[in-house]
């Protein structure tokens, strides 16, 4: 239920209860003090108004002040908008993160760190530093065996495969044992890396699939986002992209 502001005669007779108040005060003070001395000298002294003067001048302009308020109340509200009890939108006091950039062919890979299966943090500068990479991201464990079977007919292009996992770190090591996989893992449970990369499922939030190609240079040269392509023309692609030759395993017979 939503909770409406004061009306104006009920904020009116607020003020106006605070005015009678106030007066109350400043007529018993006198009373008081009159009172008082009449005890000690035998005679009433002259009345508040004249005997502080300044005291009274402010305890009379705060009177007035409350009335004026009062009057002014019945012309307006204290609030033309009622209050829901939700509170109110925020001010752009703060400034927010633009969203990140779509990344094309001809962008810089992003920069990231990352915890590797050794337990130690290691840069993107190091895997990317082993020359060109494919780096495929959201891939399930049966892409994981494929894509990583066609592990030395990458690295024979120089082509390092890097697979990205929304695993923590002790996770990666176990399913990397499991699956018996060789190819560079990276860990990501936050998703950060992947949010880099723009490969995020909106609804799961989880890794959505993409792959992208990158040179030696950090500079991405394809990608992919939705589908991760079958090793072998995964590889084609890769080496096209590169401006490599295609391996003769590699290419297709129906026109690819």
Known sequence: MDIGAPTRPEFSNRLRLLAFLALRVLLFDGTKERAQDLRVTG???????????????TWMAGLFLLMAGAAQAEDRPLSSTPFSGQTPP??????????????????????FSYLGVDGMWHRAADLLGQGRVVLIIGADEAELRAQDGARDAFLDLGIVPAFL???RP????????????KSALVSDPQRAIAELY????PVTARHAPAFFVVDGAHTIRALCHGA????DRLLALSARSLGLPVPQAARPTNGF
């Open 90 to 111: 925020a001010r752009n006091w703060i400034m927010v993160e633009p969203p990140t950039t779509r990344l094309v062919v001809g962008d810089q890979a992003p920069e």
């Open 43 to 57: 005679r009433a002294a002259p009345f508040l108004f004249v005997e502080a003067p300044m005291r009274t001048v």
């Open 170 to 181: 002790g996770s990666v090591a176990s399913l990397q044992r499991r699956l018996g996989l």
């Open 165 to 167: 996992l929304d695993m």
């Open 198 to 201: 723009n490969s995020v499922d």
């Open 228 to 231: 991760i392509l079958p090793p």
